[in-house]
Nanobody, 123 residues
C-alpha cells in the first residue's frame, strides 16, 4: 500500500501562481505513472496533467497546457504541479494519483489517491 499527500493549495488572485506538491510514501515509485486531477463541486473528476515517473514523459489537458507544469524529484518521491496564470475556472480540489505503469488520463486507471488540496482562484 502507498500513501499520497498533497500540499500547497490556497487562495490566490486570478493571474497568480501556486505550486502543489505530492509526497509519496510506502513504496518505490520509480516505475509509477503519476497524475494530477481536479474536481469542482457538482462536477466529475477532471484530468489535469500526468507524468511517467521513470521516463519523465509529460501530458497535459488542453485547458491547462501552457500554464501548468508537472515535474518530479524521484529521489524524494515528490511530484509537483506548478500552476501559473491561474483563472477562476481552475478553482477545485486538486488530487495527486499514482498507477503502476505508464501514465494515463482516465481517473479509473489510477490505483492510489491523495486526500486533495483546495485551490481557490478569485477574480
Amino acid at each position: 500500500q502507498v500513501q499520497l499527500v498533497e500540499s500547497g493549495g490556497g487562495l490566490v488572485q486570478a493571474g497568480g501562481s501556486l505550486t502543489l506538491s505530492c509526497a509519496a510514501s510506502g513504496r518505490t515509485f520509480s516505475s509509477y505513472g503519476m497524475g494530477w486531477f481536479r474536481q469542482a463541486p457538482g462536477k466529475d473528476r477532471e484530468f489535469v496533467a500526468a507524468l511517467s515517473w521513470g521516463g519523465g514523459r509529460l501530458y497535459y489537458a488542453d485547458s491547462v497546457k501552457g500554464r501548468f507544469t508537472i515535474s518530479r524529484d524521484n529521489a524524494k518521491n515528490l511530484v509537483y504541479l506548478q500552476m501559473n496564470s491561474l483563472k477562476p475556472e481552475d478553482t477545485a480540489v486538486y488530487y495527486c494519483a499514482a498507477r503502476n505503469g505508464i501514465y494515463a488520463t482516465r481517473p479509473q486507471s489510477y490505483d492510489y489517491w491523495g486526500q486533495g488540496t483546495q485551490v481557490t482562484v478569485s477574480s
